[in-house]
């Protein structure tokens, strides 16, 4: 049974405005910083992010586990110069409006250039959807 | 056509269908930019999502199917502008269909996504 939750109320933040206009016309979202310095982030489902089915839309779930999977990018580059090469999931459950989605998304691998980022989205304790993401320091952006 | 409230959302979208592909196409505006200027990924992926979708109902007689899997590479980056959609279908099964997409910006590929769609109410 899943119960609604908020994400404010499980301790999360707004995700701080990183200047993406997309992401601030579709959000908003919400982090969390856990006490062994991880980070997890929340979206809350509304009806603006629904289907056709009256299920939360799969461009909008993957509009979040973008921007979730950036995050540890981000982190493990030290900047935000690194841009999406590929990212693969698997949708696992229905997501309903109302449900609050988290994940706490990790850094599987980082080389000299690529950095390999994963993660599971929950709502509640049903896992929703795995995720895969590749990324790239990105060509002609150190400069900027 | 993509429809429902995140569709209305992030549109408005063009559709067309012939010789089994379905073509899809958006206004690439700065509401769907990230902070490089560049198309968001995430916007990328539900021009893709919405694709397979499209391309998957052409063979379901308008039944509808929901994603199961999506794979998107990124091979380019586009600005504001029109982004053009094509996706096909690979293979239907009882339940699944296998399609793949193609995104492009000014004619130069930026995307290229194959995805499972499950067809909504089949066993």
Redesign the interface.
Known sequence: MREAASALGLGYRLLADQGDPYLHFIGPFYERHEPDGGFSYACEVRPAHANMAGNAHGGMLMSFVDMVMAQPAYMAQGNDQVTAVSTVASFIAPVRIGDLVECRPDVLRKTGDVLFVAGVFRVADICVLSAQSLWKLAPGMASR | MP?????G??GPWYERAAAGRYTLLITIS???????GMV????L??????AH?GAAELQTGGV?V?????????LG?AGCGWLEAVAWVNRKTSALIFTGAEIRAGGELIVTSTAICKI?GAK
């Open positions: 429809s429902g409230p995140f569709s959302l992030t700065d509401r769907h930019l990230n902070r490089h968001h990924g995430g916007m992926m539900s021009l893709a999502d919405n979708a509808m929901s994603t199961a899997a999506l794979q998107c590479d990124f980056m909504m």
